[in-house]
């Protein structure tokens, strides 16, 4: 059920750059010209800026640069049946609070975004920077009826779509290293957790989580993170807007789990695979339980497993490990 929020928006944003008129915006939420410029009163509290004139109505100026759920729901051009979105200023992690909620019966697919979150996690029981910075915290929730043995090559499927829609929507060219870092020139941009509840050898459900540096500035990273970490913006130079690229990442990832989960993803997997791969034919090492094992990189499995051929021609197959790349080809 639209919200009057939503009403402006959609009228705004279908008009932008032109005008919409007070009378034609109270017709289509069925309220005063005053009650129209309450909730744009609200709207502007939000972050948004809108010119207003007496003979030509309102248009936006300026959109939030934080999350803002109405304007990302106008903006989804993918809607299943049920989906919802629950934007939080703060939680302790995107996929734990989609893990309660989908305890708590909410209906699947939904997504859960928050401005900052207070224990971001990332694989290997790392921590992931999640200050209110501009950048994405999403998980993306589903219950699959899907066996979990056919799940191996989700995450890296994911992520490739993930690398093609920013590729197109900012045009840029990030690489994928396998199993789930975004690249661009070797810094990580962003990086995928994805997690799953298995009763009885049957999924119960699972969680897509996306950390994706976006707007924050170069000189805002912690030590640690300084030289390894970019966020999109200092990759485009120029500030993004942060919820039309949230909606277009939501949109491209609940089409690109039906895909997978209907099995209608092969050929497109090999051809994004082949495109966005950084690591074909490149030496690596790779930490896998305390253990280092080294090789050049021999393509992957059926199942996403990374193939690695050692010093002596054999070839390993690792379905989980941390890569560093040795040398450039
Ligand atoms: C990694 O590269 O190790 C994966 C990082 C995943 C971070 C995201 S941010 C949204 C979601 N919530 C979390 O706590 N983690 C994921």
């Known amino acids: 059920m639209p919200t ?4 402006i928006l959609r009228e705004l944003l279908a008009a932008d750059p032109s005008w919409v008129s007070g009378a034609r915006l109270a017709t289509k939420l069925g309220v005063s010209r005053v009650a129209v410029w309450q909730h744009m009163e609200k709207l502007r509290a939000a972050g948004f800026t809108f010119e207003a004139q007496r003979a030509r109505g309102y ?19 993918v809607r299943p049946r049920g989906f919802s979105l629950l934007v939080l ?16 019966g909410r209906s699947a697919p939904f997504a859960v975004i928050a401005r900052r979150q207070t ?44 690398c093609e829609l920013l590729a197109n929507f900012a045009k840029v060219s990030p690489g994928l290293k396998w199993p789930n870092d ?35 500035p170069a000189e805002g990273w912690p030590s640690l993170l300084g030289g390894r970490a970019i966020s999109l913006s200092e990759v485009t130079g120029t500030p993004l807007d942060f919820n039309r690229l949230a909606a277009a ?14 099995g209608d993803y092969t050929q497109t997997f ?14 690596i090492a790779l930490l896998e339980g305390g253990r280092r094992h080294a090789g050049t990189v021999a393509g992957l499995d059926d199942e996403g497993a990374l193939l690695l051929r050692d010093s002596r021609g054999r ?15």
């Open 4 to 7: 009057p929020d939503h009403l």
């Open 119 to 162: 224990k971001g996690r990332g694989r290997l029981g790392r921590a992931w920077h999640s200050e209110s910075n501009g950048n994405l915290y999403l998980s993306v929730a589903f219950r699959p009826r899907v066996a979990p043995e056919r799940m191996g090559a989700f995450t890296l499927w994911m992520g490739l779509n993930v």
């Open 270 to 283: 090999a051809d994004l695979w082949h495109r966005f791969d950084v690591l074909r034919g490149r030496e």
């Open 182 to 216: 975004i690249l661009f020139d070797g810094r990580k941009a962003g990086g995928i957790l994805t997690e799953a509840r298995i009763d009885a050898d049957e999924m119960r459900d699972l969680v897509f989580g996306l950390g994706l540096n976006i707007n924050s």
């Open 315 to 329: 070839t390993q197959r690792y379905r989980a490990g941390e890569v560093t790349i040795e040398k450039t080809p």
């Open 59 to 77: 248009r936006i100026a300026a959109r939030p640069a934080t999350p803002h759920a109405a304007l990302i729901e106008t903006q989804l051009k």
């Open 249 to 262: 990442l939501i949109g491209r990832i609940l089409l690109a789990y039906t895909k997978f989960t209907d």
């Open 89 to 104: 200023d703060e939680t302790d992690s995107t996929n734990d609070e989609a893990a309660r909620q989908l305890g708590a």
